[in-house]
């Protein structure tokens, strides 16, 4: 079969713009011209994106910086690679998770060190902050150019230096028990734009290092603690559609008709969830009166 071999040079004006890009070799044979053009563009969307996401809301001296943003969901994060560089050169013992601990959020995943162990970037990326935060003790702050920051909190000591632009790997500081933490661990959180998102559901966090998608749609689900338990993993649905994550939100809700004798409590204990999560997803208080016949949103 002939193939033939184009190189193209190709303008493109894209939010104020102007750059140069390279089409590269675009092989006509197995690809459509419309199809390596509309790869070329979204390409290009996302490296604008990815200078965008280096300097917005880029403040070394808050926790987060995007209060006065509002999110919308389901929202898409793409990774240029499948795996993370562990945070710890040890294995990883998870103590507590995302979710639900003690009737408060706890928006980050506990993994077990010995005070003085080294604590790496999970990807290449510019330390936005370090600084000492309430509750999270001495902690790192790194932005990612996919839009993700990586937070690393209770630590001993911090080695980076704001704006330091730091690869996956680089010591960004030793682990520790800084802050309101009972026991050496690193308290690490996973943030876009603001929105914390369970870590679980971006990251695998076994030997493998396994990112589960390179293109991944966050839901509310997963960015919403009381849906989750700090004490047992929940069921992971990945999507790697806006269609996917549409869907997999729906099909997590389910709809409970209250019966006699049914409390908060009981239909809590049934559905493996909480009072403060059926309270929340159904607008009603913990003293709400239930009706019998009454619909109630569950999560599943
Ligand atoms: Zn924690």
Redesign the pocket.
């Known amino acids: 079969m002939k193939r033939f071999f184009f190189l193209i040079t190709f303008f493109v004006a894209f939010q104020g713009y102007s750059q140069i890009i390279d089409l590269s070799i675009v092989r006509l044979d197995s690809i459509s011209f419309s199809e390596r053009l509309d790869m070329i563009i979204t390409k290009h969307k996302k490296d604008s994106l990815s200078q965008v996401y280096m300097t917005e809301n880029w403040d070394a001296t808050t926790f987060n910086p995007y209060k006065d943003y509002r999110q919308t969901y389901p929202f898409e994060i793409s990774f240029s690679d499948s795996v993370y560089t562990s945070p710890i050169t040890r294995k990883k013992v998870v103590t507590?998770r995302y979710g639900w601990r003690n009737r408060r959020a706890?928006k980050?995943?506990?993994i077990d060190l010995v005070t003085g162990d080294d604590v790496m970037a999970m990807f290449d990326g510019k330390v936005r902050a370090v600084r000492t935060f309430q509750g999270l003790g001495k902690t790192v702050v790194v932005r990612h150019a996919n839009g993700l920051e990586t937070v690393y909190?209770h630590l001993s000591k911090q080695i980076v230096k704001v704006n330091d632009t730091v690869t996956k790997g680089t010591i960004i500081g030793k682990g520790g028990n800084t802050g309101n933490s009972r026991g050496s661990?690193l308290?690490l959180i996973v943030s876009y734009r603001g929105v914390y998102i369970n870590p679980e559901y971006l990251f695998e966090f076994t030997e493998e290092n396994k990112i589960r998608s390179q293109e991944l749609w966050v839901t509310r689900r997963w960015v919403t603690p009381y849906l989750h338990s700090s004490k047992k993993q929940s069921t992971i649905i990945i999507a790697t559609s806006e269609a996917e994550a549409l869907q997999n939100e729906e099909k997590q809700k389910k709809i409970y008709i209250v019966k006699k004798g049914d409390t908060l409590s009981k239909i809590a204990n049934r559905h493996h969830t909480s009072i403060t999560a059926i309270c929340k997803e159904n607008s009603i208080k913990k003293t709400s009166t239930l009706r019998i016949g009454q619909q109630l949103v569950v999560n599943k």
């Open positions: 507590s706890h980050g995943i506990d909190a661990h308290h």
